[in-house]
């Protein structure tokens, strides 16, 4: 039989003692919830460390669905905790995501910006293929055409689904405005930069020398526009100023009454009783000195950040006129594009352009841009608009010539759900009206040529 000793006897009769063993009994028991608890806590840990990354990316690319569903397990986790500390983690997480969600918007408007872009360029490639296609009747040409016109019918029904969001569409056309004036910019700069070469060449040789009929005749190959052009006609006149200057010198001619009428314009006096000999050499040197300014003015270096943008804005608005008024090649609109490149070559009207386009974007500028071409060149910008109406009358025609292609051909379903039967029908019909545009004689023929897709 076990003994104990009188001391401990003691201490187990005292409270104390026997409310520490309640307190070890109790502690054992809590142990495995406890346990429990920390084996929650760590897991929850752990998953929301690697769906911390995850909805991060899931952001980045756009995926707002992508975020939602993420969302859901989320609540689904917090449904099933049953610690606190958990909760609160999970918690922290979904308030997370709520703020992606405002990172992955913007960035699924961007993406679907592109996506709209990319396809209609896409569109635009698969009529091209269609139309390089409709002439092969052999077989083996009639299932390449079917094949690329059901591959049209996918990407128009992309196309159709994007485009039904208004803003989407705004944004997206402008979005192309602005990267083809950040395209044609840098064009233009590269341009502006052989123009300035070009223009300090010019002036580095003799007017009329062999150098000089060269460099004259490469400016004429590398179509360095009117800036250029300008300086060598500015070059031969002030060249044959100076050999008209020179000439009445060497002849001693007395000044004429428009040579003393100039003189005092400019404030130069001729003391009484001067001779006709010194009235001419002063009047050489202010000449001459009044040429070589007018030559250091034709002849500035051009500014090439704001030219090039000056004129890639006129070329963008120009660009874009042309594709609203389905023109195709147009010997209009290289008129007008040379017109207001002239314009342009004036520094003063350059700045008066950046100035109507300043704080715009995308579409407003073509809008501002327009303006401004249709105050300057009115009888061109009428006939734009002209091209424009007939474009549209053309389009009433087209849609009655559809219905007719439809009548004749009974096979052919409006409804045809893989799009194949309309394709055809819009080709013939689109046959139908180049045949009827030559048979009236009209001088658009040209301007349709390459026309893809028909009227929208």
Avoid: C
């Amino acid at each position: 039989m076990a003994k104990f000793s009188q001391a401990f006897l003691q201490s187990m009769a005292q409270p104390s003692y026997q409310q520490g063993l309640f307190s070890a009994a109790r502690s054992l028991g809590e142990l495995p919830g406890r346990l429990a608890e920390e084996r929650e806590v760590m897991g929850t840990q752990q998953t929301l460390a690697e769906m911390m990354n995850t909805n991060s990316r899931i952001a980045e690319t756009g995926n707002v669905k992508g975020l939602e569903d993420q969302r859901t397990k989320l609540i689904g986790m917090l449904s099933g905790a049953t610690s606190d500390q958990s909760r609160d983690m999970i918690l922290g997480e979904l308030g997370r995501v709520e703020k992606l969600r405002d990172v992955a918007k913007p960035a699924a408007r961007t993406r679907d910006i592109n996506t709209l872009i990319t396809a209609e360029r896409s569109l635009k490639e698969a009529d091209d293929q269609i139309a390089s296609l409709q002439g092969d009747a052999s077989a083996e040409g009639q299932i390449k055409l079917d094949a690329a016109i059901r591959a049209k019918q996918a990407i128009q029904s992309r196309v159709d689904s994007l485009r039904s969001d208004p803003a989407l569409v705004a944004a997206a056309n402008n979005e192309e405005i602005n990267r083809e004036i950040a395209s044609l910019t840098k064009d233009e700069a590269l341009r502006s930069a052989r123009k300035n070469d070009m223009i300090a060449r010019l002036k580095s040789v003799p007017v009329n020398s062999e150098a000089w009929n060269a460099l004259v005749k490469e400016a004429e190959n590398k179509d360095l526009g009117s800036a250029v052009k300008s300086v060598i006609a500015d070059l031969q006149e002030a060249e044959l100023k100076r050999l008209e200057v020179r000439k009445a010198q060497e002849e001693q001619r007395p000044l004429s009454d428009g040579e003393k009428k100039e003189l005092k314009e400019n404030k130069i006096t001729l003391r009484s009783g001067i001779s006709d000999l010194e009235a001419r050499r002063i009047y050489t040197r202010y000449a001459l000195a009044n040429i070589d300014k007018q030559v250091a003015v034709s002849t500035r270096a051009l500014d090439v950040p704001s030219e090039a943008r000056a004129n890639a804005l006129v070329k963008t608005a120009l660009n874009f006129m042309v594709r609203d008024a389905d023109l195709g090649f147009s010997p209009f609109t290289a008129d007008l594009s040379e017109k207001v490149e002239d314009l342009l070559a004036n520094p003063e009207e350059m700045q008066t352009l950046q100035g109507i386009v300043a704080d715009l974007s995308g579409g407003e500028i073509v809008d501002a841009v327009k303006g401004y071409i249709k105050d300057k060149f009115p009888e061109k910008y009428a006939d734009y608009e002209q091209a424009l109406k007939n474009r549209a009358v053309e389009a009433e025609e087209f849609q009655d010539l559809l219905d007719e292609v439809y009548s004749e051909d009974s096979s052919l379903d409006r409804d045809d759900p893989t799009g194949v039967d309309q394709e055809l029908a819009r080709i013939r019909a689109e046959r139908k009206l180049r045949d009827a545009v030559v048979r009236a004689g009209s001088p658009t023929i040209e301007q349709g040529k390459g026309r893809r897709g028909g009227p929208m």
